[in-house]
């Protein structure tokens, strides 16, 4: 069975703690990338990774970071710099036209 | 500032009768557009998707039209039916770049 996967469904994080969110797709696909997204609002690119071992910052990278030392893994890490951490985050990859695929997302909450 | 945008925040319709939902885009490099589903709190699900050389693509009640001389694109859905009901985001995607996403459509469909 295909896809991508992104756990936890819902995560819970105290203020000034890091917390680690996964990403993993079985596609094949070389492109991944992580959104954001808020209630009522549309996506806003986070960080993307065309090849393992290479990403960019998107446009709201302050306060995140990722790696991509695999081709079907590319983590997210939100740590105690983003102030407002609270949203829906999805991650996608693409191998291209036609196959750009979102996972379920992860809902994070900061208590 | 994003150059992929919607007309209509929300949009309410009859179930049986069709539906409409625009995009404006202003990069008139994009090489293809893609529209997406989103239910609340899931991923966005791809529905259909249109290379910048076509002017229309149908799939299953699904049809998207694009005007590159307006820098405009639609998504025509037949039959509405409830299960339909959900936000419908447009994206513009180029073939070395990233998806850009507009805000989204909710889609309400009353019985």
């Known amino acids: 069975d295909g896809g991508i996967t992104q756990s936890p469904k819902y995560l819970f994080r105290k203020e000034g703690q890091n917390v680690t969110l996964s990403c993993e797709q079985n596609l094949n696909h070389d492109a991944m990338y992580w959104y954001r997204q808020d209630p009522g609002q549309g996506l806003r690119l986070i960080y993307y990774s065309q090849i393992v071992n290479d990403f960019q910052k998107g446009d709201i990278a302050e306060g995140y970071s990722v790696s991509r030392e695999k081709k079907e893994s590319f983590p997210l890490t939100v740590t105690s710099a983003q102030k407002n951490p609270t949203a829906f985050y999805l991650c996608?990859?693409?191998?291209?036209?036609?196959?750009?695929?979102f996972g379920p997302g992860t809902r994070l909450t900061v208590l | 500032g994003e150059s992929v945008g919607l007309h209509l925040p929300t949009l309410s319709v009859q179930e049986g009768d069709n539906s409409i939902i625009n995009c404006a885009y202003s990069n008139s490099a994009s090489d293809y557009f893609i529209w997406y589903k989103q239910e609340s709190g899931k991923g966005p699900q791809f529905i259909i998707d249109i290379r910048s050389n076509m002017d229309k693509r149908q799939g299953q009640r699904v049809t998207v039209l694009l005007n590159k001389t307006v820098k405009h694109l639609s998504l025509q859905i037949a039959a509405t039916q409830p299960g339909d009901s959900a936000v419908y985001f447009c994206a513009e995607g180029r073939s070395q770049g990233n998806l850009i996403f507009g805000k989204g459509t909710k889609l309400s469909v009353k019985p």
């Open positions: 996608a990859s693409t191998g291209g036209f036609n196959e750009q695929f």
